[in-house]
């Protein structure tokens, strides 16, 4: 049986590249970005980024805490079993209707009002809180699961009596039924909504929110990818809709949907599609280099420069890597009866690469988009 906690505490022949090495190294970053007292994520510049006086209200800026308590579980570490905690308890903090710097903001309870959920802009809103509400679901899924459980029973009780409430307002909410309407869509965003139906489900052991899970998946299966593997990216744009750097965060989530099924005919069609997507995801890729080609790829392009062998450094890097040894936990062979993913994985990270959306690897742009950053920090906190 498949074991999250397991594959957080893996090493592999080369200690620096492991599992468990790439979540510790990556972790040290995301744990000093998450305020010791509010729990908040914090900018680049120690800002609030949770709430900021230029975006608002955008619960997805905590969308990594849950790499902290994969390392805080993995390793023991209560410091960042209990950060990680907290900063879930600070996102669920906003479920309901509140005034946030002297706004109030009114709407459904547990749909997260200050976000402005069921408003126009493509249904944008409900994506950025479900990225982040499907890794606080899985958080307090693995908090239960490891040796900390006890020591923290009522703060996961109170917790998830929390995300269950965001959870069965997703269920039966407009902004749901909308955001699968028009497909193909985006997969990453698809998948992120159902393996939050699936982990809550999971979670509250409520059997609604595990079928509405199976079926989106299905959807996704169904309408938004290729008979060759491809999940489908801004397909509409381009006729290709493949993206790697998505494609493979696409590729672990399902992976993470696919543990949580019980063996079956469902479970044979979900490691299928991962089959078929991992294999698809390999054709860019050079095993015997861990070169990658992002030729073609619909949204991102390889950040330059690159810096070959010095691993880890960041999640962006390093988290290819990681995902291919995930893959390869789940004993995705990809026709290769040795399993040569976590080689592969081991190569990719050694040459450094890492990805970003499209036109932002331009120099020229990049210190345009600085300098609008630097200019709106200056009228929101005031220049030094």
Not at 250 to 255: V, W
Not at 276 to 288: S, V
Request: hydrophobic share 40%; charged share 20%; glycine share 8%.
């Amino acid at each position: 049986m498949a074991s999250w906690i397991e594959f957080y505490q893996m090493t592999t022949p080369i200690l620096a590249m492991s599992p468990s090495r790439i979540i510790q190294v990556d972790a040290v970053p995301m744990y000093d970005k998450i305020d010791p007292v509010t729990g908040h994520w914090l900018d680049a510049l120690g800002n609030d980024a949770l709430v900021s006086p230029i975006y608002g209200l955008d619960i997805s800026k905590s969308k990594q805490v849950e790499f902290v308590q994969r390392a805080g579980i993995a390793s023991g570490n209560t410091a960042y079993v209990d950060r990680a905690l907290l900063a879930a308890e600070a996102v669920l903090s906003f479920k309901d209707p509140m005034t946030i710097d002297g706004v109030f903001y009114d709407g459904d309870a547990a749909s997260f009002p200050g976000m402005k959920f069921g408003t126009p802009k493509k249904n944008s809103r409900f994506h950025n809180k479900t990225i982040c509400l499907n890794n606080v679901a899985r958080q307090l899924l693995i908090l239960g699961q490891s040796s900390f459980a006890a020591e923290y029973a009522g703060r996961l009780e109170r917790a998830t009596s929390d995300l269950m409430a965001a959870a069965r307002w997703c269920l039966n909410s407009d902004d749901m039924r909308l955001f699968f309407k028009d497909l193909p869509a985006q997969c990453n965003q698809l998948l992120s909504v159902a393996c939050f139906m699936q982990a809550a489900g999971a979670l509250g052991n409520d059997d609604a929110m595990k079928l509405k899970a199976q079926e989106q998946v299905q959807i996704v299966f169904d309408k938004n990818s290729s008979d060759d593997g491809v999940l489908w990216e801004k397909i509409a744009k381009d006729g290709i809709g493949f993206d790697g750097s998505y494609q493979v965060f696409s590729l672990e989530m399902l992976g993470d949907y696919y543990v949580q099924q019980p063996p079956g005919l469902w479970a044979d069609e979900v490691f299928g599609q991962l089959e078929r997507a991992t294999l698809r995801w390999l054709k860019t890729c050079n095993p015997a280099t861990g070169l990658i080609s992002d030729v073609g790829w619909t949204r991102c392009e390889e950040k330059i420069p690159r810096e070959p062998g010095a691993f880890p450094v960041d999640t962006d890097r390093d988290i290819i890597s990681y995902r291919l040894q995930w893959l390869a936990y789940l004993g995705v062979t990809s026709g290769d009866p040795d399993n040569a993913l976590v080689d592969i994985g081991c190569r990719v990270l050694a040459q450094g690469q890492s990805f970003t959306h499209l036109g932002r690897g331009n120099p020229w742009i990049k210190e345009i988009d600085l300098t609008l950053d630097e200019w709106k920090l200056d009228l929101a906190y005031g220049s030094a």
